[in-house]
């Protein structure tokens, strides 16, 4: 493929002359075949299922969770359906900036991969917040030394991905495995040991704890089913990075959207197992809510503190799956929005004998690192559990923002591009796209409804409001024809991966 670069300005924007050395230092090596993109996509968000969900029980009880989780579930049925068509017709490494950018033109193409960045850069530091806690009880080391797992956290996967993308992803398939394993293997333990009336149900309309249960399955109401929602979300968040693996993918035509139906699929059964064994048995839905390690607490009820915590060590494997898998993720992203010009070009070269984009993953990490010091040092190292909420609400209001952008793709391009070959098309149409944006726009308004995490949600919107500045301001006068970008300003023409497959 024969990029012709030239200097333009289409839409506001200008695209500057590169020569071909440009693409030749920024290749992606294709190697992933369906087994490792579902696994891939189970492993983004796996996470989900030991940490962050169950703050949903204090805010809406186990039925307003479980409520909020089938909502959530649908949702991403939907989304991920679009995601299947839209990815199969225009399998860019972009992903969703890519959809976008054909779509809603440059703008709406940075808009929406800024959104994906601010959830790609948090999602994988809120994963490894999270696995600082479990190691943080499984080694007795004190609560403020968790930055200096983060740290290490952050380097040991920056080790790995100098390796090269196809060990990096073995090793993430491989944990995902692993994790899912462990999963399952608490759903079989803890039959014997579930009390569900005693233990999911021993939340009080007043949020107090009821030692014998039998309480209500909604003590908070229909509004509690919505202050869950981004709870919810928390369970499958992520899923959606997977197109951004699709330059590295064998076929992503035919694979990409079987990998994400079953990701999806695969990650449902996983969040309904999750949520009625993790309330059902000690130390209850009460307890739960406030955890900063749930599944060790589940362990803990069944095995004691002694086994709870070797089972704990392997349980740490989830929280390593999600947080590789995600970091991988940052680091694609940012490195298709550098190739294209959105953010500085250096970012985007990789390395010339493993081809992996170590320069946006390094940039990806420090990002994530400099906002959980940020938020530890303005209160959450005195509320563990808060810190947490706080993460998952910036990173689900980035998320519905993305999600809310790439339904709006999913329709545009439905009308702007009838006859595009579509090797996939979604089962659920139109009415799934409008399906998300509306569950999209009510989780969104929920956010800032709750007087807890408001504050979350506006911090993201302000990062999202600073990166919009920065593209008004400087790079949109800086844009390269990447791909993505010659796909869309050629209507299609020029600019399609599959076409070297």
Same mark, same amino acid.
């Given at each position: 493929?024969?990029?012709?670069?030239?200097?333009?300005?289409?839409?506001?924007?200008?695209?500057?002359?590169?020569?071909?050395?440009?693409?030749?230092?920024?290749?992606?090596?294709?190697?992933?075949?369906?087994?490792?993109?579902?696994?891939?996509?189970?492993?983004?968000?796996?996470?989900?299922?030991?940490?962050?969900?169950?703050?949903?029980?204090?805010?809406?009880?186990?039925?307003?969770?479980?409520?909020?989780?089938?909502?959530?579930?649908?949702?991403?049925?939907?989304?991920?359906?679009?995601?299947?068509?839209?990815?199969?017709?225009?399998?860019?490494?972009?992903?969703?900036?890519?959809?976008?950018?054909?779509?809603?033109?440059?703008?709406?193409?940075?808009?929406?991969?800024?959104?994906?960045?601010?959830?790609?850069?948090?999602?994988?530091?809120?994963?490894?917040?999270?696995?600082?806690?479990?190691?943080?009880?499984?080694?007795?080391?004190?609560?403020?030394?968790?930055?200096?797992?983060?740290?290490?956290?952050?380097?040991?996967?920056?080790?790995?991905?100098?390796?090269?993308?196809?060990?990096?992803?073995?090793?993430?398939?491989?944990?995902?495995?692993?994790?899912?394993?462990?999963?399952?293997?608490?759903?079989?333990?803890?039959?014997?040991?579930?009390?569900?009336?005693?233990?999911?149900?021993?939340?009080?309309?007043?949020?107090?704890?009821?030692?014998?249960?039998?309480?209500?399955?909604?003590?908070?109401?229909?509004?509690?089913?919505?202050?869950?929602?981004?709870?919810?979300?928390?369970?499958?968040?992520?899923?959606?990075?997977?197109?951004?693996?699709?330059?590295?993918?064998?076929?992503?035509?035919?694979?990409?959207?079987?990998?994400?139906?079953?990701?999806?699929?695969?990650?449902?059964?996983?969040?309904?197992?999750?949520?009625?064994?993790?309330?059902?048995?000690?130390?209850?839905?009460?307890?739960?809510?406030?955890?900063?390690?749930?599944?060790?607490?589940?362990?803990?009820?069944?095995?004691?503190?002694?086994?709870?915590?070797?089972?704990?060590?392997?349980?740490?494997?989830?929280?390593?799956?999600?947080?590789?898998?995600?970091?991988?993720?940052?680091?694609?992203?940012?490195?298709?929005?550098?190739?294209?010009?959105?953010?500085?070009?250096?970012?985007?070269?990789?390395?010339?004998?493993?081809?992996?984009?170590?320069?946006?993953?390094?940039?990806?990490?420090?990002?994530?690192?400099?906002?959980?010091?940020?938020?530890?040092?303005?209160?959450?190292?005195?509320?563990?559990?808060?810190?947490?909420?706080?993460?998952?609400?910036?990173?689900?209001?980035?998320?519905?923002?993305?999600?809310?952008?790439?339904?709006?793709? %999913?329709? #545009?391009?439905?009308? =702007?591009?009838? &006859?595009?070959?579509?090797? *996939?098309?979604?089962?659920? /149409?139109?009415? +799934?796209?409008?399906?998300?944006?509306?569950?999209?726009?009510?989780?969104?308004?929920?956010?800032?409804?709750?007087?807890?995490?408001?504050?979350?949600?506006?911090?993201?919107?302000?990062?999202?409001?600073?990166?919009?500045?920065?593209?008004? %301001?400087? #790079?949109?006068?800086? =844009?390269?024809? &990447?791909?993505?970008?010659? *796909?869309?300003?050629?209507? /299609?023409?020029? +600019?399609?991966?599959?076409?070297?497959?």
């Amino acid at each position: 493929m024969t990029i012709q670069s030239q200097n333009m300005s289409r839409e506001g924007v200008t695209y500057k002359a590169v020569d071909a050395t440009y693409f030749e230092e920024r290749q992606l090596k294709r190697h992933a075949g369906l087994f490792t993109l579902w696994m891939m996509g189970v492993g983004a968000v796996i996470a989900g299922e030991y940490s962050g969900w169950n703050i949903g029980l204090a805010q809406g009880g186990f039925g307003g969770l479980l409520a909020a989780t089938v909502i959530i579930g649908f949702l991403y049925i939907c989304l991920c359906s679009s995601i299947g068509e839209m990815s199969a017709a225009l399998p860019h490494t972009g992903g969703a900036y890519s959809f976008a950018r054909t779509a809603l033109g440059p703008w709406g193409g940075f808009t929406t991969g800024l959104a994906e960045n601010i959830e790609f850069v948090l999602a994988p530091g809120a994963n490894m917040f999270f696995m600082s806690s479990y190691l943080a009880a499984i080694f007795g080391t004190p609560a403020n030394c968790l930055p200096l797992w983060w740290v290490g956290g952050y380097a040991a996967m920056l080790l790995l991905s100098m390796r090269g993308l196809e060990l990096s992803m073995r090793v993430v398939v491989w944990i995902t495995v692993a994790a899912a394993l462990v999963l399952f293997f608490f759903f079989f333990v803890a039959i014997p040991h579930v009390d569900f009336a005693k233990n999911a149900l021993n939340i009080a309309s007043d949020g107090s704890a009821l030692p014998e249960g039998n309480g209500p399955w909604l003590p908070f109401g229909l509004t509690g089913i919505m202050l869950s929602l981004p709870f919810g979300v928390y369970m499958f968040l992520a899923v959606e990075q997977l197109p951004l693996t699709s330059e590295e993918a064998r076929n992503p035509t035919r694979d990409m959207p079987r990998a994400l139906i079953l990701s999806i699929v695969t990650l449902i059964v996983l969040a309904l197992g999750v949520l009625y064994f993790g309330a059902s048995t000690m130390p209850g839905a009460h307890a739960l809510g406030a955890s900063g390690e749930p599944l060790l607490d589940g362990f803990r009820g069944i095995f004691g503190d002694s086994g709870a915590k070797i089972l704990a060590s392997v349980a740490v494997l989830g929280l390593a799956a999600s947080f590789f898998a995600g970091s991988f993720a940052s680091g694609r992203n940012i490195y298709s929005l550098s190739r294209a010009g959105y953010l500085p070009t250096v970012l985007s070269v990789t390395n010339p004998r493993t081809h992996t984009p170590n320069r946006a993953l390094a940039t990806g990490s420090g990002m994530a690192l400099s906002m959980l010091l940020l938020i530890w040092f303005l209160g959450g190292k005195d509320n563990v559990a808060f810190m947490g909420g706080f993460l998952v609400s910036m990173i689900v209001f980035a998320g519905m923002v993305s999600y809310i952008l790439q339904s709006i793709s %999913f329709l #545009r391009l439905r009308k =702007l591009y009838p &006859s595009i070959a579509r090797p *996939f098309v979604s089962p659920f /149409g139109k009415f +799934g796209a409008w399906v998300t944006i509306a569950i999209c726009v009510l989780t969104l308004a929920y956010q800032f409804l709750d007087p807890l995490y408001r504050w979350a949600a506006m911090a993201a919107a302000t990062w999202y409001l600073i990166g919009l500045a920065y593209f008004a %301001f400087y #790079r949109r006068h800086r =844009l390269v024809l &990447s791909p993505e970008e010659e *796909f869309a300003v050629s209507g /299609g023409t020029r +600019g399609h991966p599959a076409a070297e497959l």
